[in-house]
């Protein structure tokens, strides 16, 4: 069964920078296209950023311009680097493994991981 493991949130000021890791294990990471996924207080989840098996990259409208999705198959880990955070930023993270799809929709994640906590404030 695959595994996703968060890290990286935590509290930051308005206009800093973090950046979130999602690690795997029990797969070949590669082989699938990994989302980001956010949930606010009293909002639904909505997808953020993609990244698909051969690099290609999606984007939310809203994160557009300041966060950055990458991956590293050596070290099955994938990456969002968020810069110039917001305060409607703040949510609970989570990586997903799609079904070979990078629309950001809920209905196409086949794995989810645990969430990691980002809050922006001053």
């Known amino acids: 069964q695959l595994q996703l493991v968060e890290s990286g949130g935590g509290l930051v000021q308005p206009g800093g920078s973090l950046r979130l890791s999602c690690a795997t294990s029990?797969?070949?990471?590669?082989?699938?296209?990994i989302a980001w996924f956010r949930q606010a207080p009293g909002k639904e989840r909505e997808g953020v950023s993609c990244?698909?098996?051969?690099?290609?990259?999606n984007y939310a409208d809203s994160v557009l311009g300041r966060f950055t999705i990458s991956r590293d198959n050596a070290k099955n880990t994938v990456y969002l680097q968020m810069n110039g955070l917001k305060p409607e930023d703040t949510a609970v993270y989570y990586c997903?493994?799609?079904?070979?799809?990078?629309?950001?929709?809920?209905?196409?994640?086949?794995?989810w991981g645990k969430g990691t906590l980002v809050t922006v404030s001053s």
């Open positions: 990244i698909s098996s051969s690099g290609g990259r």
């Open positions: 029990g797969s070949t990471l590669s082989y699938y296209y």
């Open positions: 997903a493994v799609m079904w070979g799809t990078c629309t950001l929709l809920s209905a196409e994640v086949r794995y």
